[in-house]
């Protein structure tokens, strides 16, 4: 096993972070990691969605429909770097308690690229399925 990289670790950080805001339903913590013209292919409608404005309502919409935290766990997550370029997958197991006492309870793959912008980085693409 190779030894993470800096930029790797940067990284990895990054969406330890993303995920914790997630967790809390932290909209604002969770938006941060996203650049304006992020481009998301999402499990939930609308499927293509062309800027983090828009994909922050869908996550509000989320977020409303659950009672509580979310549990998210992050499985196999790979993260390769190129200069100021980053792509990882992972599979997430996704668990929560709806408004409607339903229970979800569901895994989604998860890739994501992100690029280096003013030494931060920044998811501009993702796709979820």
Same mark, same amino acid.
Request: glycine residues 4%; proline residues 3%.
């Given at each position: ?33 996203? =650049? ?15 800027? =983090?404005? =828009? ?75």
């Amino acid at each position: 096993m190779q030894t993470p990289t800096a930029e790797e670790m940067e990284i990895r950080k990054g969406l330890d972070d993303l995920v914790q805001a997630l967790r809390a339903k932290d909209i604002e913590a969770l938006m941060a990691h996203y =650049a304006a013209a992020t481009v998301v292919f999402d499990i939930r409608p609308p499927l293509r969605i062309e800027s =983090a404005d =828009a994909y922050r309502k869908n996550f509000e919409a989320w977020f409303a429909s659950v009672d509580g935290p979310i549990d998210y766990e992050v499985h196999e997550l790979l993260v390769t770097v190129r200069d100021d370029v980053a792509f990882c997958h992972s599979l997430c197991h996704v668990r929560s308690k709806r408004t409607n006492g339903e229970k979800s309870d569901y895994w989604v793959r998860v890739t994501s690229g992100l690029r280096k912008m003013s030494d931060r980085w920044m998811i501009t693409h993702e796709h979820i399925s």
